[in-house]
T-cell receptor, first 117, second 110 residues
């Protein structure tokens, strides 16, 4: 297992287009998180899954954003009708769930940098 | 609402110096605290994880401490090197959300 992988690494899209990002977590991890990071800021929480269930969504996740994790493995984050304000780095992380008695360290992917022109 | 603050926002020190990065959080009911490194345009690399029951963790030249009751953590870097230049992020895990500070941009001068 090579860690958390995200695809694509970079995406340039025109305003109004839809985009979809993919995250492949570490295989044994049941938690998967999505974050957004803009320049000079720390990552901001968007949503997280435990297995296939989406347990929480941030207020930052408008109706144009949707995330899925079918079968509790990889996850996708789709942004519909992109706006220039959506330009950011989108980060995915995975970990084991809390309370398992095992290491709950979170590991991040390299991110997808989205530029909306 | 959990808030995480990192001070200073930026730091430049000559190579070889020992340094301390600070992190504070408003809600002490955390499950764990994690320090990350981020190079420009890259993802996050986990450096150290401290469980809420622990006081410190060490990895090589890095030592992280946690004082949960006062809501503080420090990351100590010994004998700094130019390769340590990066942004260092502190994050706390509470209620299954990982909340980040804005980071400290560290520049080690050769």
């Amino acid at each position: 297992d090579t860690g958390v992988s995200q695809d694509p690494r970079h995406k340039i899209t025109k305003r109004g287009q839809n985009v979809t990002f993919r995250c492949d977590p570490i295989s044994e991890h049941n938690r998967l998180y999505w974050y957004r990071q803009t320049l000079g800021q720390g990552p901001e929480f968007l949503t997280y899954f435990q297995n296939e269930a989406q347990l929480e969504k941030s207020r930052l996740l408008s109706d144009r954003f949707s995330a899925e994790r079918p079968k509790g493995s990889f996850s996708t984050l789709e942004i519909q009708r992109t706006e220039q304000g959506d330009s950011a780095m989108y980060l995915c992380a995975s970990s084991l769930a809390l309370g398992t008695g095992r290491n709950t360290e979170a590991f991040f992917g390299q991110g997808t940098r989205l530029t909306v022109v | 609402k959990q808030e995480v603050t990192q001070i200073p926002a930026a730091l430049s020190v000559p190579e070889g110096e020992n340094l301390v990065l600070n992190c504070s959080f408003t809600d002490s009911a955390i499950y764990n605290l994690q320090w990350f490194r981020q190079d420009p345009g890259k993802g996050l690399t986990s450096l150290l994880l401290i469980q809420s029951s622990q006081r410190e963790q060490t990895s090589g030249r890095l030592n992280a401490s946690l004082d949960k009751s006062s809501g503080r953590s420090t990351l100590y870097i010994a004998a700094s090197q130019p390769g340590d230049s990066a942004t260092y992020l502190c994050a706390v895990n509470r209620d299954d959300k990982i909340i980040f500070g804005k980071g400290t941009r560290l520049h080690i001068l050769p």
